[in-house]
């Protein structure tokens, strides 16, 4: 079938290619620029990335095209981030991106192309069970990204395939560099979708206005002054300005809390302290892989990613709202982050902790 692949630059989209045009498909690549503001700076790698995809595409015998996103990406994903800084909470663009971005408009560009499918290098598979598809987790327990995928719907899982979600990360490497990838030994890209490596308080303080205020002890005792609760997300330990100031036995601070009223930034000594286990979250905006909500009961979930799944049980909290029971603490639960839910290997789909 015609298939356009998703070619990111990286060693992860160029081997998902690759197997693809193995299989006999008509392999297309289609390189997304999503991000145009600072195009120029030595923090964004588009252009390199986009001289490594179409080296790629070259060594694997595909045709590649550039599509710019810049506009939906900002009216759809942008936007929303900001949003959510300016009301204090720590926002995941990373799965609104693949729902916006790369499973809603790269789909639709696809689809206009004429493709039956398109695939990327996310870490994750999907299969069709009794007509419906389920989104299951990547083999590789290290690499799976569930997690980020969790807002997609049938529609969109149905178009989609990720060749290389079965395949540990160390065999992905290997394919690459006994195929001759240029692409085979580049470093995995980190940081968020778009901002990339660059310092992100300084990128944060072009499109929010910085506010400074108080930061204080969960008693109310007063540490200081904070650069502006934007800056701060649950849990932080670096950059708070107060690793001098150490009492109770030396323990490091933690952020617990950010006061928006009072714009009040609220820190703790300890990586156990109370005021950072939470047996209990509220997730608004829910989007469920199947069309419906899952059945009240048990299941697994992370409250971020890269943790275990935690057992819980899923309660209704009314419309697009569900509430989550920890049998053990959650460390540091981010308001803004994405609560994730699964049963066993199966991503059910998740919502915003509220």
């Not at 045009?21 to 195009?39: C, P, S, T």
């Amino acid at each position: 079938m015609k298939i356009v692949v998703g070619l990111s630059g990286g060693v992860d989209s160029a081997v998902a290619a690759l197997l693809l045009k193995r299989q006999g498909h008509d392999v297309v690549g289609l390189f997304m620029k999503n991000w145009e503001d600072d195009d120029d700076d030595e923090y964004c790698s588009t252009r390199e990335d986009l001289v490594d995809a179409v080296s790629v595409a070259e060594k694997v015998g595909i045709e590649v095209d550039a599509v710019n996103f810049a506009a939906e990406y900002k009216d759809r994903v942008f936007a929303s981030f900001l949003g959510e800084y300016r009301a204090g909470r720590t926002p995941n663009p990373d799965v609104l991106c693949n729902a916006e971005i790369k499973f809603k408009a790269f789909l639709d560009h696809a689809m206009a192309l004429g493709a039956e499918k398109i695939a990327t290098g996310h870490y994750a598979r999907v299969e069709e069970r009794d007509g419906r598809f389920v989104l299951l987790k990547g083999l590789d327990p290290g690499k799976d990204q569930s997690y980020f995928l969790h807002r997609l719907n049938q529609a969109q899982l149905s178009r989609t395939v990720f060749p290389v979600g079965h395949l540990p990360k160390s065999e992905v490497r290997r394919i690459a560099r006994e195929a001759g990838l240029p692409n085979h030994a580049k470093r995995d890209s980190t940081g968020i979708c778009f901002i990339g490596e660059r310092p992100f308080r300084e990128f944060l303080s072009r499109y929010l206005p910085r506010e400074p205020g108080p930061m204080v002890t969960a008693d109310g005792e007063s540490l200081g002054e904070h650069q502006g609760l934007m800056y701060y997300t649950i849990g932080q330990r670096q950059g708070l300005g107060i690793g001098g100031r150490r009492s109770s036995g030396g323990e490091p601070w933690y952020v617990a809390g950010k006061d928006l009223a009072k714009n009040t930034l609220v820190v703790v000594q300890g990586h156990g302290h109370p005021s950072l286990l939470q047996n209990r979250l509220v997730a608004a905006d829910a989007s469920w892989i199947a069309g419906e909500a899952p059945d009240a009961g048990a299941y697994g979930a992370k409250s971020r990613y890269r943790q275990a799944d935690a057992p819980c049980d899923l309660a209704p909290e009314g419309p697009g709202r569900f509430a989550l029971d920890f049998r053990d603490p959650q460390w540091a639960v981010t308001p803004g982050q994405s609560a994730v839910l699964y049963r066993g290997e199966e991503c059910l789909g998740g919502g915003v902790i509220a």
